[in-house]
């Protein structure tokens, strides 16, 4: 603000009563019991809605979808992708973190010396 008019305002509370000062937070702090009865409440939303599906059996975890296309996804697993344009160098199916991966190094079948292999998992 400029300093005329902050003397303007120190000489008139009325003015002053009228300029729209900031929000402090202290004015909004909420107590501990309304956060725990917030989160009490969403808590029972939550159990109210899972405990009726768990105790008839319609528990949406015992269902595994069915995968349609899972053959044809093992078979690109086993031997990798057919790309039109693109030379496979190698593929095999390596072991990361407990789950079987296939690994594929291709490269355009032009190739030059500046062209290196690209490594697909």
């Known amino acids: 603000m400029?300093?005329?008019l902050s003397q303007k305002?120190?000489?008139n509370p009325e003015l002053k009563a009228m300029t729209p000062q900031p929000l402090s937070s202290v004015d909004f702090?909420?107590?501990p019991l309304y956060k725990s009865l917030v989160v009490l409440f969403l808590l029972a939303i939550a159990v109210a809605s899972a405990i009726p599906n768990y105790l008839s059996g319609n528990?949406?975890?015992n269902k595994v979808p069915e995968l349609?296309?899972?053959?044809?996804l093992r078979t690109v697993q086993k031997s990798g992708l057919t790309l039109p344009g693109w030379q496979t160098f190698d593929?095999?199916?390596?072991?990361?973190g407990g789950h079987k991966w296939s690994v594929q190094a291709i490269a355009p079948q032009a190739t030059s010396a500046?062209?290196?292999p690209i490594l697909l998992m």
């Open 2 to 4: 400029s300093q005329k």
């Open 9 to 11: 305002l120190s000489q």
């Open 29 to 31: 702090q909420r107590s």
């Open 114 to 116: 500046a062209n290196s």
């Open 91 to 96: 593929q095999e199916m390596i072991a990361i």
């Open 59 to 61: 528990w949406f975890l």
């Open 68 to 72: 349609s296309n899972l053959q044809s």
